[in-house]
């Protein structure tokens, strides 16, 4: 079974634009990490947050984690046509799941 | 660093036959692998967990006698499905972690396996 959702499940904006996605889950955490996948491909890791964290920056990601209402959101700010591409969240423990995803396009 | 190779990325087998699929971590070893299945368009479904020497865990409704895992080194875990039906054609994804819950997953490439 899947971990959560994410939400838009699809997302088109302009470059230079910024872009938001929302994961919900439903158990406990320890942490939260965010993937990308292009077309086809494997993931690639992005960022993690611990459940202690309450934000946490990479260059032009920034992650925030609310457990009180277990949601995440990742901000990805002036986006660029290369940024499209697929993005999913993860929780668990020996087991990780993902959420649905958001499919984000990135027009130039 | 942290390079995971998946092989093959795509193979074609006729039904009734068997496709191993392996799974390698270059330069970590990998003390759990796990194994997902992912549908056109949709998200990753985890098929399994593999600790390094023990027997995997499998999710609830994934065949343990069809889909074969072994992970009998740190670095090593092969999937196996066995007697292949079309229906069994997918987007097959390994990955890595490397120690613990707060390490991040390393991805192999995916295997596109088509049954015909």
């Known amino acids: 079974s899947q971990q959560g959702e994410e939400d838009p499940q699809a997302l088109s904006i302009q470059e230079g634009e910024n872009a938001t996605m929302n994961c919900s889950y439903k158990?406990?955490?320890?942490?939260l990490q965010w993937y990308r996948q292009n077309s086809g491909r494997g993931l690639v890791h992005l960022i993690l947050?611990?459940?202690?964290?309450r934000e946490k920056h990479s260059g032009r990601l920034r992650v925030t984690l609310d457990t009180s209402k277990k949601s995440s959101s990742l901000l990805i700010t002036a986006s660029r046509a290369a940024d499209t591409a697929s993005y999913f969240c993860?929780?668990?423990?020996?087991?990780?799941?993902f959420g649905a995803g958001t499919r984000l396009t990135v027009k130039p | 660093g942290a390079v995971v190779s998946q092989h093959p990325s795509w193979v074609i087998c006729k039904s009734g036959t068997s496709v191993k699929i392996e799974c390698r971590s270059l330069?970590?070893?990998?003390?759990?692998m796990f194994w997902y299945r992912q549908f056109p368009k949709q998200s990753l479904m985890l098929m399994a967990t593999?600790?390094?020497?023990?027997?995997?865990?499998?999710e609830q409704g994934v065949e343990k006698d069809k889909f074969l895992i072994n992970h009998a080194s740190l670095t090593l875990s092969t999937l196996t499905v066995t007697s292949a039906h079309p229906e069994d054609s997918s987007f097959y994804i390994c990955?890595?972690?490397?120690?613990?819950?707060?390490?991040?997953?390393?991805f192999g490439n995916g295997t596109r396996l088509t049954v015909t």
């Open positions: 947050i611990r459940s202690n964290e």
């Open positions: 990955s890595a972690r490397q120690s613990s819950y707060n390490s991040p997953l390393h």
């Open positions: 993860a929780t668990g423990y020996n087991d990780m799941r």
């Open positions: 593999s600790n390094e020497g023990s027997k995997a865990t499998y």
């Open positions: 330069d970590f070893q990998a003390t759990t």
């Open positions: 158990t406990s955490i320890n942490n």
